[in-house]
């Protein structure tokens, strides 16, 4: 779980402008950060299946949330995927 802090420190690198706090770029990298964070616990507790589950859902939120801003905004998608270091 991120703490406010963190939550504060990521919107504030990838916000577009003051106020943002829900955007498609802010909410992406809040999910990459948790999933990160549960992957680690995983690794640690294998059988842990109710956060797998979990984790598999912010998985396809963030899946759905790049989807829509590949479509909308090719750039902006290109610099966010680079930034988060996810796919290729």
Do not use: C, W
């Not at 640690?44 to 396809?60: I, Q, W």
């Amino acid at each position: 779980m991120l703490t406010s802090k963190e939550k504060a420190k990521i919107m504030d690198k990838f916000k577009d402008h003051p106020t943002d706090t829900g955007s498609v770029e802010v909410q992406t990298a809040l999910l990459t950060t948790e999933i990160k964070q549960l992957t680690d616990h995983l690794k640690k507790h294998p059988k842990d299946n109710h956060s797998r589950r979990g984790l598999l859902g912010m998985v396809a939120r963030r899946k759905k949330l790049l989807d829509y801003l590949r479509r909308e905004n090719t750039r902006s998608y290109n610099s966010l995927i680079k930034k988060l270091g996810l796919r290729k």
